[in-house]
């Protein structure tokens, strides 16, 4: 393990040792002051944020761009002040920290028996949001987690995720895949965060007018089981509560080549993603190039 990957490592486990034990107030404040350091370095990331939002918010002036690069980024060491913290929260805080509307969508689907996926973008807090699944539907659920380095950090994320009642699985090629659709055909639920994925396998979308590519998965997993798929996106007010909704189903068309079907139904995602994305862009935490447009055509697919 390199010396940047032990430091890593060890920032992160500091963070989940002592973060989680202030007071919310105080982890509030730190958060905040946090990211308002990090907006004001300019740093790689922020610089990014704010090309995306140019997308997200197109005409915005260069004013209103920093003005939701600097929002963004306390909404996103809010997402890590409360990931955190997380595992130290009561039951009942969960419960009470996050609100979904027409929620039914799930429910009805899991009532009905047929698996659900649940596809998410880069929105306020996934964690938040799984945690809620488990807690206050007492439903669990199987989700997949990107290998990260060093091995000790991915360890942490996973261990972190399992405490919170979720499954998860390392995403590695077609043995997650067929995990998931077992899960599935079972009547269980799938969580998948599916807004980025530009491996050679990501389905090309239009995405605020530009092609971006994002992940097959969620689309080949209800047409090979049946399952529904559902849009899920979060944002976050001024309160301590988080705010989501859980978007109409995206069926499987009837026609076209599984090929074709994907292409359509990522689309479809896409699009329930961008609307809520353009309604509280300061709580898309998308600090990585995206679209293609961006991508250097001289490494090909990142």
């Known amino acids: ?57 197109p005409g915005a002036t260069p004013e209103r761009l920093a003005a939701l690069s600097r929002a963004g980024m306390r909404s996103y060491l809010r997402y890590w002040m409360e990931s955190f913290r997380l595992p130290a929260w009561s039951a009942e805080r969960v419960r009470t920290g996050f609100e979904p509307k027409d ?12 698996g659900v996926v649940l596809a998410l973008p880069h929105l306020a807090n996934w964690d938040l949001a799984g ?17 990260l380095r060093p091995e000790t950090l991915y360890d942490r994320f996973v261990a972190y995720r399992e405490g919170l009642g979720m499954e998860v699985l390392p995403h590695s090629g077609g043995a997650a895949f067929g995990t998931l659709a077992r899960r599935l055909r079972a009547g269980g639920l799938v969580c998948l965060v599916a807004d980025r994925d530009l491996s050679a396998s990501g389905v090309e979308v239009g995405f605020f007018g530009e092609k971006a590519r ?89």
């Open 214 to 302: 994002m992940p097959a998965g969620p689309a080949l997993l209800a047409q090979q089981t049946g399952a529904l798929l559902l849009p899920v996106t979060l944002w976050y007010d001024e309160s301590p509560v988080m705010r989501g909704r859980v978007h109409p189903p995206v069926e499987v068309p009837r026609e076209g080549t599984r090929r074709e079907k994907t292409a359509v139904m990522t689309q479809a995602l896409a699009d329930a993603f961008a609307g809520g994305i353009a309604d509280h862009p300061e709580d898309w935490h998308m600090l990585q190039r995206l679209w293609l447009a961006d991508l250097d055509p001289a490494k090909g697919p990142a």
């Open 1 to 57: 393990m390199s010396t940047a990957e032990r430091l890593t490592d060890s920032l992160y486990g500091l963070g989940w040792s002592t973060v989680k034990r202030l007071p919310e107030p105080a982890a509030v404040r730190l958060g905040q002051a946090v990211a308002d350091l990090a907006w004001k370095q300019r740093g790689k990331g922020v610089q990014r944020l704010e090309a995306n939002y140019a997308r997200v918010v």
């Open 131 to 147: 945690a809620w699944v488990t807690t206050a539907l007492k439903t669990p659920f199987t989700t997949v987690a990107e290998r």
């Open 103 to 114: 929620l039914h969508h799930l429910t009805d689907g899991l009532a009905a028996g047929r």
